[in-house]
């Protein structure tokens, strides 16, 4: 249906989810779960944050900033949630960042409004930062944050002011990713790599002003399945969106 109206579709996550639903609605024997843009799913996640938060107090640190790349908000969620309940507490006054790709900046320069959470339509309507649920961003190597919305719970931190949102180029963010799996020995995913970009630079920043920080960013995936797009990344065929 989709590719009979977008022929030359590049794909979005927002298709794929409402062609998991038509799966779904025309199987008996399937059932599908809305994944990472529900709040059920971002609290789920929050295992993450709170396990960080165990191993920090074995250090005595903290962080005084938490970075996450965000798609539709669960990895994001899952490693902040548990340091904004603190700063709500008045115990703490971390910042969280997230990150998105400047080709599909939902949460910086998308409109705080109820929207679906598919293309099709078929969702519940979604109280979240949109670009729109006919979106489709360009064919980016971050398949993963490639989603016109944010979840609720992310969209309502960015709102209020609870949580940034800043936005980088493809190309930045594949520069941070090779910087890192020199300097790590890890090739990050993609999507991870705008976490990894804005951790680079927040550290850069404090070598300018002198100021000693903790930082603390999500690596949320490999990078075992993007050789092809390391492999462009290399060549300079990478398209800068
Ligand atoms: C490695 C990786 N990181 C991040 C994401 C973004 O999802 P979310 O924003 O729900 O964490 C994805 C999504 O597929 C992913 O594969």
């Not at 008996?28 to 059920?40: E, F, I, M, P, Q």
């Not at 996640?45 to 900033?65: A, C, H, M, R």
């Not at 705008?194 to 951790?199: R, V």
């Amino acid at each position: 249906m989709i590719l009979e109206k977008y022929p030359d579709t590049s794909g979005s996550l927002g298709i794929a989810i409402s062609e998991a639903i038509e799966e779904a609605a025309l199987n008996d024997n399937t059932k599908y779960a809305l994944g990472s843009v529900l709040n059920h799913t971002c609290l789920h996640q929050t295992v993450i944050g709170l396990e960080t938060q165990k191993q920090f107090e074995k250090t005595e640190d903290f962080p005084d900033i938490v970075i996450g790349c965000c798609g539709g908000g669960s990895n994001l969620a899952g490693i902040s949630l548990p340091y904004i309940r603190d700063n709500i507490a008045g115990k703490t006054n971390t910042r969280i960042i997230a990150v998105e790709p400047s080709a599909c900046p939902s949460l910086t320069s998308g409109k705080y409004d109820y929207d679906f959470g598919d293309m099709a339509q078929m969702t519940p309507l979604l109280k979240m930062y949109t670009l729109g649920s006919e979106f489709i961003p360009p064919a980016i190597h971050a398949g993963g944050l490639r989603y016109h919305g944010a979840s609720p719970i992310v969209s309502k931190l960015v709102a209020d002011g609870m949580m940034e949102a800043t936005a980088y180029h493809q190309v930045e963010i594949f520069d941070a990713a090779v910087t890192f799996a020199r300097s790590e020995g890890i090739a990050p995913a993609p999507e991870s790599a705008h976490a990894i970009k804005c951790a680079i630079d927040e550290a850069l920043k404090c070598k300018q002003t002198g100021e000693e920080k903790t930082i603390l960013f999500n690596l949320s995936g490999h990078g075992h399945f993007d050789m092809a797009s390391y492999d462009m990344y290399f060549s300079g065929k990478l398209s800068n969106e």
